[in-house]
């Protein structure tokens, strides 16, 4: 059985199983303690261009749902995207997450609202000047001291055109402000390396300039421990900080990918090759135990 903050996953009468034909007007569907919406990015779908959609959480205060890799508990939200021919779904953008504490567990997810951003390619061989029903089915888990499974069925209408779409007012700002909360590509010339200290993971970074802030998400669930200390050591040109390894990390890892955040405005992809185990090295780079680096404040 999964854990959801304090509590088990307690499904409940609320359990919500609606459908909604959405326009460009139409209301937001009912979830636990929130809503959800089916939105588009643009006013209709031009042949050949990508179309974003979006799924638009709002939740009750004091309720969260979770990232991709929700972290000690919880469930992120499954879609089963219900497209007609002539559009492809890609692979769901999450916005960065935030660390979500409750009593000895640390989950990473969403408050208050989000977007997910779902890219879409549309065939140029798509008939203009007609209806097109893009659909979603949405499972989701959202989550207090106790969860509750909610479930919506989603859908929107766009016609089809042959001229490129135009933005669609409504959502304009909504979407824009979700591409700023969006993990992007560090640059070219900063460098990573991790090392495996035997009980933790060490990522290093160069940066060519010095850090003092660095929380990391990884995209796997059970490679670090989610609710041990982030152990960071500035450094004149980046940083090095501790992760300590999960309990449940039965294997080694390859490498370690994962999204980090040096600010509320700067969340980087993270894709490194992990190194083979080594000795941790103290602030002075002399070489001590692994054992001993969580008590030196490596």
């Not at 972290?71 to 979500?100: C, F, H, I, K, N």
């Not at 888990?141 to 409504?170: F, M």
């Amino acid at each position: 059985m999964r854990w959801c903050a304090a509590n088990p996953c307690l499904p409940t009468a609320l359990t919500l199983g609606t459908t909604l034909l959405l326009s460009a007007q139409a209301a937001a569907t009912p979830i636990p303690h929130g809503t959800l919406e089916l939105v588009a990015e643009t006013q209709w779908i031009a042949p050949g261009h990508e179309l974003y959609l979006g799924l638009h959480f709002q939740l009750e205060k004091g309720w969260h749902i979770y990232w991709v890799n929700p972290g000690d508990s919880g469930e992120p939200p499954r879609v089963r995207w219900q497209l007609p021919e002539g559009l492809t779904p890609g692979a769901m953008e999450w916005p960065r997450p935030r660390r979500l504490e409750a009593s000895s567990i640390v989950n990473f997810g969403y408050d208050d609202g989000v977007l997910l951003l779902m890219p879409v390619q549309t065939s140029a061989g798509l008939a203009a000047e007609r209806p097109v029903r893009v659909g979603a089915e949405v499972k989701v888990l959202v989550c207090r001291e106790i969860c509750i499974p909610g479930n919506a069925q989603l859908s929107l209408t766009l016609l089809v055109k042959s001229r490129p779409s135009e933005r669609d007012a409504r959502t304009r700002d909504l979407f824009a402000a979700a591409r700023k909360s969006l993990p992007r590509h560090a640059p070219a010339h900063w460098r990573f390396s991790v090392n495996d200290a035997k009980d933790s993971f060490v990522l290093t970074a160069n940066l060519g300039h010095h850090t003092t802030q660095a929380i990391f998400f990884p995209f796997t669930e059970s490679e670090i421990d989610n609710a041990a200390p982030q152990k960071l050591l500035p450094l004149a040109a980046g940083f090095r900080l501790t992760l300590r390894k999960s309990d449940q990390l039965l294997k080694p890892i390859e490498r370690l990918k994962g999204v980090l955040v040096l600010s509320p405005d700067q969340a980087y992809l993270i894709d490194a090759p992990v190194g083979k185990p080594v000795a941790a090295r103290n602030n002075y780079g002399i070489g001590i135990h692994p054992a001993q680096s969580f008590q030196e404040g490596q």
